[in-house]
């Protein structure tokens, strides 16, 4: 019988800490976006607001993994 392979993410203490830097960096981005989208109220408010809750997304993303990996903190 065959086992089933699962796959397994490595990753080096160098890899998770740029990871969560990068996670870092994409919520300085967002809340600077955010506060672009607020305090301009032009017609791409909507389209900011969208790009920061997408950065948002993507950099607690970055930093699980960063977490999950043990190689952050």
């Keep these: 019988m065959e086992k089933a ?3 397994t993410l490595a990753l080096s ?3 998770g800490v740029t990871l969560a830097e990068v996670g ?3 919520i ?10 607020e305090t301009l109220g032009t017609k791409w408010s909507h389209f900011r607001r969208i ?3 997408i950065a948002l997304a993507v950099a607690g993303l970055l930093l699980i993994i ?8």
Excluded: E, N
């Design 51 to 53: 790009v920061t809750g």
């Design 5 to 7: 392979v699962t796959p």
């Design 13 to 15: 203490h160098h890899t």
């Design 66 to 73: 960063a977490t999950y990996s043990g190689h952050f903190g």
């Design 24 to 26: 870092f960096l994409l």
């Design 28 to 37: 300085l981005i967002a809340g600077v976006w955010f506060v672009a989208a």
